[in-house]
Every structure is written in C-alpha cells, then in structure tokens.
C-alpha cells in the first residue's frame, strides 16, 4: 500500500487474498460466482478514492498490460463485461450522463467493507450514491491526469485522501509523489476571479510543498494564472495545458520561464 508522506499519516501492511462470493441462486444473472481478487481490491479502492472512472479509465489502469481484452472489438469490452459482473454482486454502482456516451462506474458500501475486511483502510473515502454533474468534467480530467502520472514514477493522493489528513493550508486536487518531492495538484478548467487566485498562491507560496502544478484546459488560462503568478512572485507555481492524449510530453513553466517536464 502507498504511504502519504504528510503528518499524521499512517499505513498498515496488508496482505491481500482473493475470495469467492457465492451469489443468491434467485439474482437474475448468468454468473453464479464472483471471484475477488487483489485487482478487484485495487479497483475498488481506485473508485473510492477519485469517486468514479469509465471502464476505458479502468482499462488503463488495471488491464492494459494484460491479455484478458485481446479478442474484444475494442479493448475495454472484456472490462466492462467484468465490472457488470461485480455489478451483479453488489460492490459496484454506476450512473451516466446525457453528455456522455459511456457508463461511469462507483464503489459501493459491500465494496467498501470488503476492503476493510482485509484490513484496507479508507478514511474519508465515503461511499457517493451517484455523481456530482456540475464537477465530473473535472473528476474525469483527474483521473486521467492519474493515468499520466503514475506511470512516470508519481504515487497519487487524491483530494477526498487528503481531506482527512492535511490540517491545515489549502487542500489541492490531488497530491503526487515522487521520492521526497511533493507536488500539489491542481486541475483548472475554467476561469475564477482574480482575487480567488491572489489568496490562493499566496498561501501556496508559503506552502511546504516542492511545487505547485496547474494543468489548465487552455493556453490563454494558463497565460492569465501565469501573468497573477508572475504579480506575486509565486516562483513554485508551475502552469501548462492538459494534454490531449496519452504519451504526450507535458511541460510546464513558473513566471521567471522555468521549465517542468513530465
């Protein structure tokens, strides 16, 4: 398990079993066992902490490097075959948006309590009954942004983990890790007020954190934090645009012209 290296932070060795849940032989479905295993527990806790993900998100982080989807028309198909079937057995939830075309996939409370059964903690990891829609853009453009990062070596916090751990200072989007360095995470998609952003970089100026990363949707809000940044002489602050896919080198600038790849 991960370790959050911020102050009263602790994390309990587990050890992971898998599990067969016998399903009620009067459930209408086709399935009359659910094996769960570690990559069940993993994806459970996935959803907990970044709230929801597609089974495209999934896919990529949990599948990918498999070869359970090599036959399907498009490679997540064998997936979501697999989430409908823990579906059936009740650890997972979904919903859907109208302005989207794909089903978003929740962890639910008998998800939850299997994870702590096999000693999984999950502070301030509630169970969410459905999806916030006037944020979800933002939800998913942080979970892909977790798709990009952890696999250049960043460990990831996301902001319902650090809501039950930091004390004190402004609370990011996520935290991500990388040896002793601490990057806070900050997705923006749409501009605020001047004087929001003025507070806020000034609180992270003062911060302990190594850097600060903005992944803005344009280059014009990127420009405008930058150009506040800039007034305050925020030099941790480091501003660039959301890549569009996968593979994409990201980087990032400060005011004084700095540069940040990822």
């Known amino acids: 398990m991960k370790s959050l290296l911020l102050p009263d932070s602790v994390t309990q060795p587990v050890i992971l079993q898998a599990e067969t849940v016998m399903l009620h032989p009067q459930q209408r479905t086709p399935w009359r066992r659910v094996e769960i295993a570690e990559r069940e527990l993993k994806i459970f806790r996935f959803l907990l902490e970044m709230r929801f993900a597609t089974a495209e998100q999934l896919w990529r982080r949990f599948y990918k490097n498999g070869g359970d989807y090599k036959t399907a028309v498009y490679p997540w198909k064998w997936v979501e075959k697999r989430l409908r079937k823990l579906k059936w057995a009740g650890f997972i939830q979904t919903a859907q ?65 650090l809501k039950s751990t930091l004390k004190s200072g402004p609370i990011p989007d996520a935290v991500a890790v ?21 507070a806020l970089f000034q609180e992270y100026s003062a911060s302990t954190w190594f850097r600060v990363l903005y992944f803005t949707a344009s280059r014009s809000l990127a420009d405008y934090l930058l150009t506040i940044a800039g007034d305050l002489l925020a030099a941790k602050i480091f501003f660039g645009i ?4 996968t593979g994409e080198p990201i980087v990032l600038k400060n005011y004084q012209e700095k540069e940040f790849s990822l």
């Open 97 to 161: 948006s109208h302005s989207y075309p794909h089903q978003f996939y929740l962890a639910t409370y008998r998800a939850k309590s299997w994870l702590e059964r096999q000693g999984i903690a999950c502070p301030g990891l509630s169970i969410l009954n459905g999806i916030d829609f006037k944020t979800f853009e933002h939800d998913m453009v942080l979970v892909d942004l977790r798709l990009i990062l952890e696999p250049k070596g960043f460990a990831w916090y996301s902001d319902r983990e």
């Open 178 to 198: 990388q040896g002793e360095s601490r990057f806070a995470i900050e997705a923006e998609l749409s501009q605020k007020r001047r004087d929001r952003y003025i």
């Open 242 to 245: 959301m890549p569009a896919k």
